[in-house]
């Protein structure tokens, strides 16, 4: 599930977003925002993977608003932007500073969808960095094999490294960081890359490494539902 926030300073516009989003199961709405800076006091206390902005905006637009945002958390990664604006004079600028989509006012939830759908690719493709060794380790997340709790360390195990990333953070942290999409956590000390999933049995995962994990019974629902979804049924 992807956290997201909506900003916009007129009541209808914001009212429109809002209910787009709550339309998409794949989203959830951490804040509905009336200002820039609104959202940057947000920001400051919550974890979020998108930002759908308005540009024209008092105090702060959401341009400025933009390229202010830095990379300052444990986990350091920017959130993903999608612009909503009647002005389409700012498109240029909303692709320099690298914005996921730009809605042009008044959009349909066909438009919105879809860019919601490219904002899913653009999070499965995402670098993130992560303090480990005293140092800031890139990791791309579909590069992320699986994660493994370690005390108050985690074992980020990644593809084409021998040995894993071993970060100081929770898996409550990391697992709200990660998309749902692409990761399931399937134990109290587990969080796997669906992608590379090579079987499931009772009361384990098989990963495509050929790693036996087990699975806790607090999170065999959606286990199961996750393979009951891509299961063939019997005609």
Not at 71 to 89: C, K
Not at 197 to 222: F, H, M
Request: with cysteine; glycine share 2%; charged share 25%.
């Amino acid at each position: 599930m992807l956290r997201v926030i909506a900003i916009d300073d007129e009541p209808l516009a914001l009212r429109q977003i809002v209910t787009y989003i709550n339309k998409m199961p794949e989203l959830q709405l951490v804040a509905e925002c009336r200002s820039a800076l609104e959202a940057r006091e947000v920001l400051s206390r919550e974890p979020v993977d998108a930002i759908f902005c308005d540009i024209n905006m008092p105090d702060l637009n959401g341009m400025d608003f933009v390229r202010q945002l830095t990379d300052n958390d444990v986990i350091q990664r920017r959130p993903l932007i999608i612009f909503t604006t009647a002005y389409s004079e700012y498109a240029v600028e909303g692709f320099k500073v690298d914005a996921v989509d730009y809605l042009l006012k008044p959009f349909s939830f066909t438009d919105f969808t879809r860019a919601v759908e490219r904002l899913r690719q653009r999070m499965e493709q995402s670098t993130i960095f992560v303090r480990a060794d005293h140092r800031n380790v890139a990791v791309q997340l579909c590069e992320i094999i699986r994660v493994q709790a370690m005390g108050e360390y985690l074992k980020l195990y990644v593809a084409g490294q021998t040995r894993a990333v071993m970060p100081l953070m929770s898996m409550k942290r990391i697992e709200e960081m990660l998309p749902s999409r692409l990761f399931l956590r399937i134990h109290r000390s587990h969080i796997i890359n669906l992608q590379h999933v090579a079987e499931v049995g009772k009361s384990v995962v098989i990963l495509d490494d050929g790693t036996e994990l087990p699975v806790g019974d607090n999170y065999r629902a959606a286990l199961d539902q996750w393979v009951a979804e891509r299961s063939l049924k019997n005609s």
